[in-house]
């Protein structure tokens, strides 16, 4: 497979662009990557990276967005012991780093003025000035840069240097956001439903009303949006066909939702759980009354995500079914009560659990996977005593 080949879609967007890579790649030009935030612009630098005669060199990737700004030109240029307070030892900076390879700017619309004039003059001599260094230093780097920001009005707003705009911008390369390449969508779904497939599970599959609403869906967040939600889905529904109108709401982007095409109040749901006997026996595929999926709503989630068939505890899941039963308006009430408030803290711990072992322990995936604040998740681990999960 070429590297540009690895930029996945069949849209004839994508299709001129692995064309433009396979034309620019083996050139030395520098390259400026235009395109809004998650469309892929580091996959595609190191696409060119990968086409050129530099591929067995360094590819080192610098966001100037991330890297505080006083911080910024020691990262990019290095420094030398003693040049200020902290500077214990010599430093290479990324661009030392990357010689005889490729550096990548991204976000450079972030980089301050003053560094903008020393990257001018290290593009145009072709050699660094370490900070605190007498001596300036050689190097052999091709530089590719890329930003979401609009470049002409930075200029106007005396925000980016336009001699530095033209110097990078020597071979443009614009990649469109998804919503204007849809006839990407259904191939990058199965795309990263095959990275994010679990061990043992077939990768997920997409109902075709689903389907439907994710070619509608407007994504903001583009293919970096996509490739997270076919991740949580992997998580809570592994080797199961995903019908969004039966997923719990709140792991539905708001702008799905908020789709002419998607059901408003009224309609009966049908919360999705795992149909596979052996896990879980005694829960069936539920239907729910509207009002009632917010008191069931941890209860469905648990069972979504197959934590039943982690607990493999006959009795809890008869609990569970009694209590979704009685939820629902259904079943007859024990005659020594129900502990409700017991069983959903029961259902939470072993649904965090469960989601933890799918993050193999990240804490912020699993937040997400969730749809949790962090801290909020961190303060449910240590209630649950769950910290050996992490």
């Given at each position: 497979m070429t590297s540009s080949q690895k930029i996945i879609g069949q849209s004839v967007a994508i299709e001129e662009l692995r064309t433009l890579i396979e034309m620019v790649g083996p050139s030395e030009s520098t390259v400026l990557i235009l395109g809004d935030s998650g469309t892929g612009k580091e996959l595609v630098?190191?696409?060119?990276?990968?086409?050129?005669?530099?591929?067995?060199?360094?590819?080192?990737?610098?966001?100037?967005?991330?890297?505080?700004?006083?911080?910024?030109?020691?990262?990019?240029?290095?420094?030398?012991?003693?040049?200020?307070?902290?500077?214990?030892?010599?430093?290479?900076?990324?661009?030392?780093?990357?010689?005889?390879?490729?550096?990548?700017?991204?976000?450079?619309?972030?980089?301050?003025?003053?560094?903008?004039?020393?990257?001018?003059?290290?593009?145009?001599?072709?050699?660094?000035?370490?900070?605190?260094?007498?001596?300036?230093?050689?190097?052999?780097?091709?530089?590719?840069?890329?930003?979401?920001?609009?470049?002409?009005?930075?200029?106007?707003?005396?925000?980016?240097?336009?001699?530095?705009?033209?110097?990078?911008?020597?071979?443009?390369?614009?990649?469109?956001a998804l919503s204007e390449r849809v006839d990407d969508v259904p191939v990058l779904f199965e795309h990263f439903a095959q990275q994010h497939a679990a061990e043992?599970?077939?990768?997920?599959?997409?109902?075709?009303?689903?389907?439907?609403?994710?070619?509608?869906?407007?994504?903001?967040?583009?293919?970096?949006?996509l490739a997270n939600l076919v991740d949580r889905y992997s998580s809570l529904y592994p080797g199961q066909e995903v019908d969004l109108h039966k997923v719990i709401p709140s792991m539905v982007p708001p702008g799905i939702r908020a789709l002419p095409s998607w059901p408003k109040g009224g309609a009966e749901r049908r919360l999705l759980v795992n149909p596979s006997p052996a896990a879980s026996p005694n829960i069936k595929s539920l239907s729910v009354e509207p009002d009632s999926v917010d008191i069931i709503t941890a209860i469905s989630g648990a069972v979504a995500a197959d934590s039943l068939a982690e607990i493999n505890d006959e009795q809890f899941n008869q609990e569970v079914e009694q209590t979704i039963l009685l939820a629902q308006g259904g079943g007859i009430f024990p005659e020594e009560g129900l502990q409700l408030k017991q069983h959903l803290l029961d259902i939470e711990r072993n649904l965090i659990r469960h989601a933890l072992n799918n993050a193999s322990g990240n804490v912020s995936k699993t937040a997400r996977m969730l749809n949790l604040q962090r801290t909020t998740l961190i303060e449910k681990i240590n209630k649950h005593g769950l910290a050996s999960n992490v």
């Open positions: 630098a190191r696409a060119l990276h990968d086409s050129s005669s530099r591929a067995s060199g360094p590819f080192i990737p610098v966001n100037c967005g991330a890297i505080p700004r006083d911080l910024l030109e020691s990262e990019l240029f290095g420094h030398r012991k003693g040049s200020f307070t902290g500077a214990i030892s010599d430093r290479k900076g990324r661009f030392e780093l990357a010689n005889k390879g490729t550096l990548f700017l991204d976000e450079i619309g972030d980089m301050p003025v003053d560094l903008q004039v020393k990257l001018l003059r290290v593009l145009q001599e072709r050699q660094i000035d370490s900070v605190g260094s007498l001596l300036s230093t050689p190097i052999d780097v091709r530089v590719l840069a890329a930003t979401h920001k609009d470049i002409s009005g930075l200029i106007e707003k005396s925000l980016f240097r336009e001699d530095l705009y033209y110097r990078l911008n020597v071979m443009p390369i614009e990649i469109k043992g599970k077939n990768p997920i599959s997409l109902h075709p009303s689903s389907m439907q609403l994710f070619l509608d869906y407007s994504w903001p967040g583009n293919v970096r949006e």
